[in-house]
């Protein structure tokens, strides 16, 4: 039998941190949960602790931190209670874990994701910002302290299962053409493009196949997303732009695909379920039961594709322009995003705005090349604030 896993969950509390205490709890003998992550949720973290007593919880807020401790200490719990991004970073490269699952969303999961990178850990990465945001950096410290990197977005979860084992990030080398990365296109793929200006973030959020996040569901509705996870390809797989083909297939049922120079298609196909990724990363190589419902061909009957509207989803555009331009742009794309999204789940901007404040931001914003971690940041701060005031501006 394989050693037990000894983890860190990064966003514990979110829906990829709840699916992977799901898969997680099926096996107590493979998996020890270390620590335990939070932004602000105090009772969601409470109970997970109950259930998982792990040595650390960390909530990024002093005040939730300080009511989660005073919960665990009354229900006679050992838990020790910390707060702040040091924390976070500290918790993901805690010398007794080996495993770090990298579920923060947005910017915020950069530092404590680099983090684990640096302490060698295996990273098993949700947290695509990580990626978009300092991928040469991020993938340079991979190398460099001999980390492990296992992608958790289905998408990318799927390719990595297409390659070969032993992938030596050349694609030529392994005999690739082209990576296909599959979309579901979103709730909005089919809605006439005159109603999109009125559309509200409920609907934004109601996608029509996977339960996520409010951020990444908006981002999935302008097929950011989308934008987001072809930088994540290019970093990971050490794939060129022209080389990453995004593909609209509507029952998210195939994860993304792998052509090869003889006309072989690899794919990976599974219900639209995120604990098959997740539990083939945290056990990898080996497969274990994840919870997951069998996928039933017969009861899909049929599987569509289509080729993306780069019209009706200018933001996919514009996350090609950044990879393409490199440096910090990835980041600044990034940053002018999460304003804006934030922006339109508190209804101060209509869902049309968002492309058009990142555009603007992208335009205005000097770019330079992303050698340090200061850099990245410098870019993620200058971009929120000119999104900002557009977003006021508005
Ligand atoms: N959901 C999916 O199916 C899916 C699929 C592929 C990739 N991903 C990626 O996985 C990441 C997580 O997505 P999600 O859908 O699980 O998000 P989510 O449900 O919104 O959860 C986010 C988690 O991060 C924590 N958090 C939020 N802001 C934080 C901050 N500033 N500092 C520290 N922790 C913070 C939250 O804590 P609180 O609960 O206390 O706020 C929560 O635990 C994202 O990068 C997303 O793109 C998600």
Redesign the pocket.
Known sequence: MSKQRHLTV??????????TLDVVARHPEKFKIVAL?????VE??YRQCLQFEPEYAV??NPD?AGELRHRLRQSGRGTEVLSG?EA?EQVAALPQVDSVMA????A??LR?ALAAAQSGKRVLL????TLVMSGALFMDAVRRHGAELLP???EHNAIFQSLPRNFSSDLSENGVRRILLTASGGPFRTVPLSDLENVTPQQACAHPN????????V?SATMM?KG?EVIEAHWLFNTAPEQIEVVIHPQSVIHSMVEYADGSVLAQLGNPD?RTPIAYALSYPERIDAGVTPLDLFKIARLDFEKPDFQRFPCLNLAYQALRRGGTAPAVLNAANEVAVAAFLEEKIPFKAIPAIIEKVLADITTRAAESLPDVLSADESARRAAQSMVEAL
């Open positions: 990064l966003g514990a509390t979110g829906t990829i941190g709840v699916n992550t939070a932004n602000c949720q969601k973290l909530m990024l939730s991004v976070l579920a923060i969303v947005g915020a999961g404590p949700a947290n695509k910002e958790i977005d289905s996977w339960v996520m996040g409010k951020k990444i569901s981002d997303n987001l995120m």
